[in-house]
């Protein structure tokens, strides 16, 4: 079928073809999710050509994994996940390059790798805390980029219901950190 001179493509269409490198299947897969990829990392960056090029490279890897996808859930679901992949990449290796040039007295020295270990262990284990309702609205909003419109229409609840969800996990978290950094700051004074 065409569409204003375009032709439109199911999803094992798309797959199929984009396996093949055709590179009319790749521009229609590429146009069809590029601004919800674009709005999900604009979401961890307010930088915009920053947000493209991480978006890009993750459409470079969909276009080279696309003949691993085997249709176990959805395409978008999927390109998503290899778009936060790739957003992640992104930041991990630019973070190498942040510095503190200045540090002032009171600041307290901290154990190498203590924030990034924090990140990396104890933030996943904090989200996995949250009652399951709670849990799944924040990572569908928070880490996947979903609208509450589309997390009320995956989870069969209002839209109202999805933003008291993320809003308790959010409060919840913000608790856990308080928490863990007051711990955190304590253990290293000693």
Not at 13 to 42: G, H, I, T, W
Not at 107 to 128: A, I, N
């Amino acid at each position: 079928m065409t569409f204003f001179g375009k032709k439109t493509y199911t999803e094992n269409e798309l797959v199929e073809l984009c396996s093949a490198n055709d590179r009319s299947a790749q521009e229609a897969l590429y146009r069809r999710f590029f601004p919800d990829m674009l709005r999900m990392c604009k979401r961890y960056t307010h930088d915009e050509s920053t947000a493209i090029e991480i978006v890009n490279n993750g459409f470079l890897r969909v276009f080279k994994k696309i003949h691993t996808f085997a249709f176990k859930g959805s395409l978008e679901g999927w390109v998503r996940r290899l778009v936060y992949h790739s957003m992640a990449d992104y930041y991990r290796e630019n973070a190498r390059y942040l510095h503190f040039l200045v540090f002032e007295e009171h600041d307290q020295q901290v154990p190498e790798r203590g924030l990034e270990s924090f990140y990396e262990t104890d933030l996943l284990k904090m989200v996995q805390t949250l009652p399951p309702t709670s849990q799944e609205v924040f990572r569908l909003y928070a880490i996947e980029g979903y609208s509450h419109a589309e997390i009320a229409q995956h989870l069969g609840m209002s839209e109202g219901t999805s933003k008291w969800h993320l809003s308790t996990a959010r409060q919840k978290l913000r608790d856990l950190l308080e928490k863990h950094v007051d711990y955190f700051r304590w253990s290293a004074t000693r």
